[in-house]
């Protein structure tokens, strides 16, 4: 695994933190967390492989194209990302938004479960080194 990968699998960790901590008092920050939890995940696989990208819908559409088609990661990863990225720019963005505590655990766990595919996938290949 490349030292920045390595980076941002750290930085995906301590978002989900952040997220578990702001679940049940802040949801709709929280949902943005996991949110990036998921996206610095995928983020990190790509930049293993060499692969930068400046855009969110670029690394969402890269994430798909590498690791989803390919059949390398379950596809529901791809979707969680997706659906996860919506709901946070409801957060971030809606007036009237109301995200629950529900909704925020339920994308802490996708962003939890998400990470760990990841981990899965790069680190077998960090001990092989």
Sequence with gaps: MTEDAHKL???AQRA???AARLKDDDPD?????????????????LVDQGLRFR???AIHAAFG??????????AKFHRWLLDAFDKR???????????????????L???????????????PRESAS
């Design 9 to 11: 699998l750290n930085k």
């Design 16 to 18: 989900v933190g952040a």
């Design 65 to 74: 194209e590498q690791f989803i088609k390919g059949g390398i990661l379950d």
């Design 109 to 123: 766990r996708q962003a939890e479960q998400f990470l760990a595919a990841v981990r899965q996938h790069l680190e």
């Design 29 to 45: 920050f929280a949902v943005a967390r996991a949110y990036y939890a998921m996206f610095y995940a995928a983020e990190a696989l």
């Design 55 to 57: 855009k969110h819908g």
């Design 89 to 107: 720019i409801q957060a971030d963005y809606g007036i009237d938004v109301a995200l629950t505590a529900e909704d925020a655990l339920a994308t």
